[in-house]
């Protein structure tokens, strides 16, 4: 299995950035500019120092970040480590067959690195990388962070924890404020308040309902019905999951409140068609830069709400993990960097220099400031809803793809709905 798993892991090309949550400003791939070529060859030369001039060697996605040197001392300084920072590739193809192949030769030039969820699906069962539940996510610790996240993305098999989330990022729903007070809307409750507003909110060429639908996109929309409708993503014979591909067609087909030709839509043209108007709410990641930077964030334009309760309220959270290297040979080093990325003054660190809203929750209470509208909505997710991670098998971007595929296909009326659910039943025992 696990030759396999290398095989797969090898030969495959994953394209991890159209699926990652913008939980902050470091985890957009949009905002990187530094060239893939420079932080791609110079890792091998580079790292040498680990052990000698510096302690360990992080491989970083947020080198490009305007604060990272501030961020980098900071690290220094509360750990007392020498820290070798080297530029993961911008490119998320080119890293993550980077990363597989670092890991799975057992290169031992990196010690610390980042991984998005696709990564850590694909890593945790490996044994590629370091268990953390004895030095680093230890129970005391573990508990703050959402329980969900940490056991459906960075807990293995045989219970390992391999990751220390870097930030918390949720799948929300946002709502377009001018349009719920044009429909006479004081809130989305439940799925009959949702209908209705879907409903109300579309005419003259608006749409009530916006997706990102996309093919290797859809799958977190897709994911987040089932959660809502009491569903579960690894059965298709659940009833829930069969109600929730029927309201998705039905939003499409039979109420045309969403329109079929988002199907070619990622998150840059759902959020340009949400900032001109044409949809009334949509579920997307972070804390709504991309409104911000359009002028059209805030409580009286776009912004967002609590998950409204169908079967049960259900939202994702997401985050990029740093990970040990199980060759890294400055373990000891690791630990510390890890130990403090886990607590308050890391979180800290992270928030003031990066915008990454800090993965505990206890962290989170304490430094983030009350008056952050951000803050209110977080807590509210993670007191009121159920939090989990997305749902990925090891052959994720297979997994995906596939799934988006006949989706789409469901959405335009080429397969039925039996179809679909026995395809996905299929996809879901290959990609184990």
């Known amino acids: 299995m696990k030759k396999k798993l290398i095989s797969i892991l090898l030969s495959t090309v994953l394209t991890a950035g159209m699926l990652t949550g913008c939980g902050s400003k470091s985890s957009s791939e949009n905002e990187t500019t530094a060239t893939d070529t420079a932080s791609t060859t110079e890792v091998t030369e580079n790292a040498s120092g680990a052990g000698g001039e510096y302690d360990l ?217 949400f900032i001109d108007g044409k949809y009334g709410c949509v579920f997307y990641w972070g804390t709504g830069s991309e409104y911000a930077a359009a002028d059209m964030l805030g409580t009286d334009k776009i912004h967002q709400i609590a998950i409204p309760t169908f079967q049960k309220s259900s939202i994702f959270t997401d985050s990029w993990s740093y990970v040990m290297n199980s060759a890294s040979e400055h373990k000891d080093a690791a630990v510390k960097f890890l130990q403090y990325m886990a607590s308050e003054g890391g979180m800290q660190a992270s928030w003031d220099n990066f915008d990454r809203y800090p993965a505990r929750s206890d962290v989170a209470e304490k430094i983030v400031p009350d008056d952050s509208a951000v803050k209110e909505m977080y807590t509210t997710y993670a007191t009121k809803s159920e939090v989990r991670g997305r749902p990925m098998l090891p052959q994720t971007m297979e997994f995906i793809s596939d799934m988006g595929t006949i989706f789409q296909d469901y959405m335009q009326d080429k397969i039925t709905l039996d179809q679909f659910c026995e395809k996905a039943q299929a996809y879901v025992e290959e990609c184990q």
């Open 57 to 273: 060697t992080l491989y970083s996605i947020n080198t490009t970040d305007p604060d990272f040197d501030a961020w980098l001392t900071n690290v220094e300084e509360a750990t007392g480590l020498k820290i070798n920072a080297i530029a993961a590739p911008t490119d998320s193809d080119t890293r993550q067959q980077k990363i597989t192949t670092m890991l799975s030769t057992q290169d031992k030039s990196v010690d610390i690195m980042e991984v998005n969820d696709e990564m850590a699906t694909a890593f945790k069962n490996s044994g590629w990388l370091e268990p953390l539940n004895d030095t680093v996510m230890t129970e005391d610790i573990v508990n703050h962070f959402a329980t969900g996240y940490v056991s459906d993305m960075i807990t293995a098999e045989d219970g390992s924890i391999i990751g220390v989330p870097g930030y918390a990022g949720y799948l929300a729903l946002w709502v377009n404020q001018e349009i719920m007070d044009e429909v006479g809307m004081d809130s989305i409750d439940n799925l009959d308040d949702f209908k209705q507003y879907i409903q109300s909110a579309t005419k003259d060429g608006r749409y009530g309902y916006g997706g990102s639908w996309e093919k290797t996109y859809v799958f977190n929309e897709i994911a987040e019905f089932v959660n809502l409708f009491g569903g579960d993503y690894y059965d298709w014979s659940n009833e829930g999951n069969r109600e929730a591909l029927q309201f998705m067609y039905d939003m499409v087909n039979t109420w045309k409140v969403t329109p079929i030709d988002q199907i070619a839509d990622k998150y840059e043209q759902m959020n340009q068609k």
